[in-house]
């Protein structure tokens, strides 16, 4: 009986020892999760204190930023009523003081704004981070940077201007925009065609408005048979009778070539460009000059195609030959 009782008081030990071993355990656990979740909450509630601490440097900063904003908006505002003045010459440097004043202006507020809201913010931090001036970062904006100095120097040097009609790299069209970035046409045929400046800056590029006067001509045939000296008196008095083309420089009728089938005659005149376009010249003279040619019996030779048959022992053979009708 007295075993029994001692083996029961050692199994009751035992079990107090593990309970209280047990015990021991999971309250170390529970201590060591409660301090890993309060350093969590120290620094969240650290996160939120600097944020308030520095949300009005940061309310301050946004006010700054957007004053800066505003003062963009301003200075294109009077840059717009330069533009205005259709006396202006310069109208290109203006638009370049419009795009890259603005810009910078709101990329010095965006600086301020920075060194406001972060402490210890200097704009040399921003460019490290941004990694400008790094080779990898001077590879891949290369043609950035070439199309943003070619639009500058094409608005500062301003070999044409918006509203001309230029020819570059055999693409014609007016001039609707001269952006930093690309310059943009409106094709003959309705058509937008963007071309990156540095493109254009490269390229040689033909401006057809340069100018007032222009210079049209046409080349028209007549026949062997006919009059040279009075084809061309015919042509003369048509062009002196237009009164949008100009007296000088002269207007000439000269013959450039001895054709297959026609003597070619060459006609140049000027005309100015505020009055009348090339175009419109050129068609209306034409007409003028096969109406008078029909008058006066002068012909206008074509080439056609004459057939003639010969009949021979094994049958019918056909030969062609072209002569002038």
Known sequence: MAEQNNALS?????TSDLLQEAGEKT???????????????????????AFWERLPYICIALVVFTIFYLLSKLFKFFVRKALADRTYTKQNLVLVLNRVGSSAIIFFGFLIAMVIAIPGFTPGQLMSALGIGSVAIG???????????????????EPFKIGDDIIVSGMEGTVEDIQIRATFLRSPDGRRIVIPNATVYTSPVT????????????MVGIGYEDDVQKAKNIIMTILDKDQTILSQPAFSVNVSALADFSINLNVRWWVDTTETTTSASISEVQEHVIEAFAEHNISIPYPVQEVKVYRGNDGVEMAESARAK
């Open 10 to 14: 050692e199994v009751t030990q035992g």
């Open 27 to 49: 309250a170390q656990t529970v201590l060591e999760h409660t301090a890993k979740y309060n350093d969590a909450y120290s620094t969240i509630d650290k996160f939120v204190e």
């Open 139 to 157: 590879f891949a904006f290369k043609d950035i940077f070439q199309n943003l100095l070619s639009g500058i120097l094409i608005l500062l040097g």
């Open 207 to 218: 401006v057809n408005t340069a100018y007032q006067r222009r210079r049209c001509e046409f």
